[in-house]
């Protein structure tokens, strides 16, 4: 089988690299290992970012029965301390929850629709490079020759190991852990979010759902107060903290099982290219280290990845327009992160950063805005990226 480009991955980066490429008239091939819908380990939200960059590639809240706006964002710290931030109102929306089951198979499924061909069940076994692009061995299938590969398979990536681009012992910059809840009480309404002492600079959330659900879980940086492998017993007894179980409420009740998954934040460091073949999403590092945020990240540099096979022809020219453009859109918003995970690594520093966030209206509400991404996390380190609108922009499905 010949195609234009073979992508790996049918999560949120390789589908809208699918998109982006089957709309621009390329052939696109797309494997994934997983049958579509599955889970994915994850907080379920998106941010500003995300849902913009989700209605650009033509996804429709409507057709997701679980998608649930979130119009504004509660902070918990201190033990008795809250500030209710607020996102704009009748501008469109600026953050929204969906279950991730949903949310990559209606993406998956505007792949197949734009004209990519995918094949689900099937992973990746070997791969060879050549002058001509990629021949990619793949269980089940005849062998795949492509012009370009677009790596969209995740923290694990089996592109980069059978490039043998693996980083010895990596297993991510932070860990986040997640269960969903029902018959809730106000985590129903609002999304929620604690600076707990022991978690930071990782902090706990509850994301609401539709039907008095809930996402809620933690996350921790490798290294840091938590280790991994006491995570358990911190998930024990987090929902039963005072602050926590007032929102969650005395008749919620955990679902299924609890579930973990490694978070990678490494984007300025990154193997972003080798030869054809560009690294996008997890498989670039591309998560935000504050937020552990990576929905936005992954749809961004699918397309930009995209972007630049459309643009150019030489994979010297496809991979530098690729490496260039994902550095302008993340690499001082990720240097911004870090420098502000190092600040709130500190109790009494977060303490009072957090007091000054609920200080004013001006200061919750422009918070609330920055923190689901609404403009750069670094935009006012950035003269380059200002312009007119940059902080009241109008959010994602104004109609």
Same mark, same amino acid.
């Given at each position: 089988?010949?195609?234009?480009?073979?992508?790996?991955?049918?999560?949120?980066?390789?589908?809208?690299?699918?998109?982006?490429?089957?709309?621009?008239?390329?052939?696109?091939?797309?494997?994934? &290992?997983?049958?579509? @819908?599955?889970? &994915?380990?994850?907080?379920?939200?998106l941010?500003?970012?995300?849902?913009?960059?989700?209605?650009?590639?033509?996804?429709?809240?409507?057709?997701?029965? #679980?998608?649930?706006?979130?119009?504004r964002?509660?902070?918990?710290?201190?033990?008795?301390?809250?500030? #209710?931030?607020?996102?704009?109102?009748?501008?469109?929306?600026f953050?929204?929850?969906?279950?991730?089951?949903?949310?990559?198979? =209606?993406?998956?499924?505007?792949?197949?629709?734009?004209?990519?061909?995918?094949?689900?069940?099937?992973?990746?076994?070997?791969?060879?490079?050549d002058?001509?692009?990629?021949?990619?061995?793949?269980?089940?299938?005849?062998?795949?020759?492509?012009?370009?590969?677009?790596?969209?398979?995740?923290?694990?990536?089996?592109?980069?190991?059978?490039?043998?681009?693996?980083?010895?012992?990596?297993?991510g %910059?932070?860990?986040?852990?997640?269960?969903?809840?029902?018959?809730?009480?106000?985590?129903?309404r %609002?999304?929620?979010?604690?600076?707990? @002492?022991?978690l930071?600079?990782?902090?706990?959330?509850? *994301?609401?759902?539709?039907?008095?659900?809930? #996402?809620?879980? *933690?996350?921790?940086?490798?290294?840091?107060?938590?280790?991994?492998?006491d995570?358990?017993?911190?998930?024990?007894?987090?929902?039963?903290?005072?602050?926590?179980?007032?929102?969650?409420?005395?008749?919620?009740?955990?679902?299924?099982?609890?579930?973990?998954?490694?978070?990678?934040?490494?984007?300025?460091?990154?193997?972003?290219?080798?030869?054809?073949?560009? *690294?996008?999403?997890d498989?670039?590092?591309?998560?935000?280290?504050?937020?552990?945020?990576?929905?936005?990240?992954?749809?961004?540099?699918?397309i930009?990845?995209?972007?630049?096979?459309?643009?150019?022809?030489?994979?010297?020219?496809?991979?530098?327009?690729?490496?260039?453009?994902?550095?302008?859109?993340?690499?001082?918003?990720?240097?911004?992160?870090?420098?502000?995970?190092?600040?709130?690594?500190?109790?009494?520093?977060?303490?009072?950063?957090?007091?000054?966030?609920?200080?004013?209206a001006?200061?919750?509400?422009?918070?609330?805005?920055?923190?689901?991404?609404?403009?750069?996390?670094?935009?006012?380190?950035?003269?380059?990226?200002?312009?007119?609108?940059?902080?009241?922009?109008?959010? =994602?499905?104004?109609?």
């Open positions: 089988m010949q195609v234009d480009v073979a992508i790996v991955g049918g999560g949120p980066a390789g589908s809208a690299a699918a998109i982006t490429l089957a709309q621009a008239g390329r052939s696109v091939l797309l494997i994934d &290992k997983a049958i579509s @819908p599955r889970d &994915k380990c994850c907080g379920d939200g941010t500003a970012l995300a849902l913009r960059l989700s209605e650009q590639l033509g996804l429709d809240p409507a057709t997701l029965s #679980n998608w649930q706006t979130v119009d964002a509660i902070l918990h710290w201190a033990d008795d301390r809250t500030a #209710n931030c607020p996102l704009p109102q009748n501008s469109g929306q953050a929204a929850a969906v279950p991730r089951s949903e949310y990559d198979h =209606a993406l998956l499924n505007l792949a197949k629709r734009a004209g990519a061909t995918v094949k689900e069940g099937h992973s990746l076994t070997a791969l060879s490079l002058n001509n692009g990629a021949v990619l061995t793949v269980d089940g299938l005849d062998p795949i020759a492509a012009r370009s590969v677009i790596a969209a398979d995740g923290m694990w990536s089996a592109t980069r190991r059978l490039l043998d681009l693996g980083e010895k012992n990596y297993r %910059d932070s860990h986040g852990f997640r269960q969903y809840v029902s018959q809730v009480g106000p985590a129903a %609002d999304l929620h979010i604690w600076f707990e @002492p022991d930071l600079p990782g902090y706990a959330w509850s *994301f609401p759902l539709p039907n008095q659900r809930a #996402n809620v879980g *933690f996350g921790i940086l490798r290294g840091g107060r938590v280790s991994v492998g995570s358990g017993r911190l998930w024990e007894q987090l929902m039963d903290r005072p602050s926590i179980r007032s929102v969650l409420g005395d008749q919620a009740i955990p679902e299924d099982r609890r579930t973990a998954w490694p978070i990678p934040a490494r984007i300025t460091t990154a193997v972003l290219s080798h030869g054809p073949v560009l *690294f996008v999403g498989a670039a590092k591309a998560t935000d280290a504050l937020t552990g945020e990576g929905i936005g990240q992954a749809l961004l540099t699918g930009l990845a995209a972007e630049s096979i459309v643009a150019h022809q030489e994979r010297s020219e496809i991979a530098l327009a690729y490496q260039n453009t994902v550095r302008q859109h993340l690499a001082a918003d990720h240097r911004m992160s870090i420098a502000l995970q190092r600040l709130i690594t500190s109790p009494m520093a977060t303490r009072n950063l957090l007091g000054l966030v609920g200080s004013t001006w200061t919750r509400r422009n918070f609330a805005r920055w923190m689901f991404e609404d403009y750069p996390r670094a935009l006012l380190a950035t003269p380059r990226r200002w312009r007119p609108g940059a902080f009241s922009a109008p959010g =994602a499905y104004r109609s």
